[in-house]
């Protein structure tokens, strides 16, 4: 293989919130190719936003590794970090109301980046209209942000992402906010641009079907790395092929689930599995012929539930916030 475009190595971000301690992301490894269309999934609240933003040079990781192309995120200043950012990234965030300028029609929208990185003249404005046919917007270009539909502003925040010709492109549930049907075109979109412009793109969902529309899917979960889908077209027998409901030529898409193993060695059990079987606690490993077989431990069939990080976060939070008022009643009943 050769070297990754972006890489991350034991990436870690802590947010501080009062006295707390958010674990946004904990020992994160992570590799993209260079032209690769990728998706991560994950609950709400795993770090998914937080690994973009680090990616996009807008928050700086707290401890580990992160390289994209020759930059290293970490060691570059203020001002480095704002060029790359300018230069380097195109965002399409979920609400388009974070991608556009509702006064001004699509076109414009796609100039302004360009006349904040400096471009003026005819260039510009035929940049912007090739960028928005490249979008399927060629006839809606001179329609105000609020004439469009949903999606079609979605089309334009993407072409207004590319701007600037960015290496990396970061779409944050660019669809999170559009019916199936609309999410669909976006996705077709963003596919079509990946193939055309050779550019390397990390589109985020809470949607698992994204597998169908990038070439591997990623699931973080609690601020790392559980398991790695990739879609892998296989040719079938054609006495096969009506178990599979595939294609003329027995092409069939398969959707292979890996979990991922850290350099430790620790990997994560999806909780369903662990649920299933009643694993708490500990677990027994048995090595067998085909591989390792994880048991319950069955005095630790009693132990306290698995928890979340988020719901753990929550209770560390109600009682930080108890302890802050019982904090203030003893002081009040000292006056
Ligand atoms: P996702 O995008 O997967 O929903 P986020 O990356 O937004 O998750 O959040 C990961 C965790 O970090 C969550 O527990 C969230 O509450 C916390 N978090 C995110 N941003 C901040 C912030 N600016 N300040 C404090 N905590 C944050
Ligand atoms: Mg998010």
């Given at each position: 293989m050769t070297e990754?475009?972006?890489?991350?190595?034991?990436?870690?971000?802590?947010?501080?919130?009062?006295e707390i301690?958010?674990?946004?992301?904990?020992?994160?490894?992570?590799?993209?190719?260079?032209?690769e269309l990728m998706g991560i999934v994950g609950a709400s609240g795993s770090g998914k936003s937080t690994l973009m933003n680090i990616l996009g040079g807008l928050d700086r990781p707290t401890a580990g590794s992160v390289r994209v192309g020759d930059h290293d995120l970490l060691k570059m200043s203020d001002g480095m970090l704002t060029r790359y950012r300018r230069e380097q990234v195109g965002f399409v965030w979920q609400?388009?109301?974070?991608?556009?300028v509702p006064y001004l029609n699509a076109v414009e929208n796609v100039e302004l980046p360009m006349t904040l990185a400096g471009a003026s003249g005819k260039e510009k404005r035929n940049r912007a209209k090739e960028l928005l046919s490249m979008v399927s917007l060629g006839d809606r270009m001179f329609h105000k942000v609020g004439e469009l539909s949903g999606g079609e502003q979605q089309r334009v925040s993407i072409a207004v992402s590319l701007a600037n010709n960015p290496s990396l492109l970061l779409?944050?549930?660019p669809t999170g906010e559009?019916?199936?049907?609309?999410?669909?075109?976006?996705?077709?979109?963003?596919r079509y641009l990946n193939t055309e412009l050779h550019l390397t793109m990390i589109l985020v969902s809470h949607d698992p079907g994204i597998a169908r529309h990038v070439?591997?899917?990623?699931?973080?979960?609690?601020?790392?790395?559980?398991?790695?889908t990739r879609r892998q077209v296989r040719t079938i027998q054609p006495e096969d092929a009506h178990l599979h409901g595939d294609d003329a030529n027995g092409h069939h898409e398969v959707f292979e689930e890996l979990v991922v193993l850290d350099r430790a060695g620790r990997l994560q059990v999806p909780k369903e599995f662990l649920e299933q079987f009643q694993i708490r606690g500990r677990a027994i490993l048995d090595v067998t012929e085909e591989g390792i077989l994880i048991r319950p431990a069955p005095e630790d069939r009693n132990a306290p539930e698995l928890v979340t990080r988020?719901?753990?976060?929550?209770?560390?939070l109600r009682r930080a916030k108890k302890g802050g008022i019982g904090g203030m009643w003893q002081r009040l009943r000292k006056k």
């Amino acid at each position: 293989m050769t070297e990754p475009f972006i890489y991350c190595d034991g990436l870690v971000k802590i947010y501080r919130v009062a006295e707390i301690e958010v674990v946004a992301l904990q020992g994160l490894n992570f590799s993209v190719q260079a032209g690769e269309l990728m998706g991560i999934v994950g609950a709400s609240g795993s770090g998914k936003s937080t690994l973009m933003n680090i990616l996009g040079g807008l928050d700086r990781p707290t401890a580990g590794s992160v390289r994209v192309g020759d930059h290293d995120l970490l060691k570059m200043s203020d001002g480095m970090l704002t060029r790359y950012r300018r230069e380097q990234v195109g965002f399409v965030w979920q609400q388009s109301a974070r991608n556009l300028v509702p006064y001004l029609n699509a076109v414009e929208n796609v100039e302004l980046p360009m006349t904040l990185a400096g471009a003026s003249g005819k260039e510009k404005r035929n940049r912007a209209k090739e960028l928005l046919s490249m979008v399927s917007l060629g006839d809606r270009m001179f329609h105000k942000v609020g004439e469009l539909s949903g999606g079609e502003q979605q089309r334009v925040s993407i072409a207004v992402s590319l701007a600037n010709n960015p290496s990396l492109l970061l779409a944050d549930e660019p669809t999170g906010e559009v019916d199936s049907n609309t999410a669909q075109v976006i996705y077709d979109t963003l596919r079509y641009l990946n193939t055309e412009l050779h550019l390397t793109m990390i589109l985020v969902s809470h949607d698992p079907g994204i597998a169908r529309h990038v070439d591997r899917v990623v699931a973080i979960r609690d601020g790392m790395m559980s398991s790695e889908t990739r879609r892998q077209v296989r040719t079938i027998q054609p006495e096969d092929a009506h178990l599979h409901g595939d294609d003329a030529n027995g092409h069939h898409e398969v959707f292979e689930e890996l979990v991922v193993l850290d350099r430790a060695g620790r990997l994560q059990v999806p909780k369903e599995f662990l649920e299933q079987f009643q694993i708490r606690g500990r677990a027994i490993l048995d090595v067998t012929e085909e591989g390792i077989l994880i048991r319950p431990a069955p005095e630790d069939r009693n132990a306290p539930e698995l928890v979340t990080r988020k719901q753990q976060q929550e209770a560390d939070l109600r009682r930080a916030k108890k302890g802050g008022i019982g904090g203030m009643w003893q002081r009040l009943r000292k006056k």
